[in-house]
């Protein structure tokens, strides 16, 4: 089994609002990460946590939060955005980090309006 | 930092046809990836190719990792419509310490019925 699940599917904010990305893998995957993609572009590296800590901030705005409560679960806490924000945001997760294959998860589209 | 060059840009073709792609770096990589995204989807690992030379296949799908280990190519044979997508190459370069996964800038397949 190679899945990785993310919720919601689609979510909608606006600039004022607080939510929530969630992604969860049961594949004993050390490795986890947040990517940020426009459209007709490749995905762009936000995040990497290994071992549940944070080893990559690809200097992200602070308006979002990542955090890992445990080995199978990250989230991505998100505030006061902008409409620039709007994208499909990845989560991915692989046996270690940086050496081994990444698996995607559905994706979170988001908009902000 | 390391780039990807994705080659070509987009496809059209007709159904039944055979389809190729490549990705070419000036640098070396150890890991070479594909994958396919569908609209409003994640990727999809389609091949992992680990070796200098590898050849692998998936069903109508073949990769190989170059010999210079700097370049991978994906044939797909006698397409179908539902290879209609976006196909992602990505590499974990070679080098010391931990190595972020680099995408190249994807190549979208239209198939005409």
């Known amino acids: 089994d190679t899945e990785v699940t993310q919720t919601p599917k689609h979510l909608v904010m606006g600039m004022t609002n607080k939510k929530s990305l969630k992604c969860e893998q049961h594949?004993?995957?050390?490795?986890m990460y947040w990517y940020k993609q426009k459209a007709k572009k490749p995905p762009e590296l936000m995040f990497v946590?290994?071992?549940?800590?944070?080893?990559i901030n690809e200097s992200v705005p602070s308006r979002f939060s990542p955090e890992c409560p445990n080995s199978s679960l990250l989230n991505l806490h998100l505030h006061a955005l902008q409409p620039e924000d709007s994208a499909l945001y990845l989560c991915?997760?692989?046996?270690?980090?940086?050496?081994?294959?990444?698996?995607f998860g559905p994706g979170t589209r988001l908009t902000v309006l | 930092g390391q780039q990807l060059n994705q080659s070509p840009q987009s496809m059209f073709i007709q159904e039944g046809e055979d389809v190729s792609m490549n990705c070419t770096s000036s640098?070396?990589?150890?890991?070479w990836l594909w994958y396919k995204q569908e609209p409003g989807e994640g990727p999809v690992l389609l091949i992992a190719?680990?070796?200098?030379?590898e050849l692998t296949s998936n069903g109508r799908l073949t990769a190989q990792f170059g010999i210079t280990r700097k370049d991978s190519f994906l044939n797909i044979s006698a397409s179908i419509p539902s290879d209609v997508g976006i196909y992602f190459c990505?590499?974990?370069?070679?080098?010391?310490?931990?190595?972020?996964?680099?995408f190249g800038q994807g190549t979208r397949l239209t198939i005409n019925p």
């Open positions: 991915a997760s692989s046996q270690e980090y940086s050496t081994d294959t990444q698996y």
């Open positions: 594949m004993g995957h050390r490795a």
């Open positions: 946590y290994s071992y549940e800590k944070l080893s």
């Open positions: 640098s070396i990589f150890n890991t």
């Open positions: 190719l680990y070796k200098a030379g």
């Open positions: 990505a590499g974990l370069p070679a080098g010391k310490g931990a190595q972020k996964l680099v």
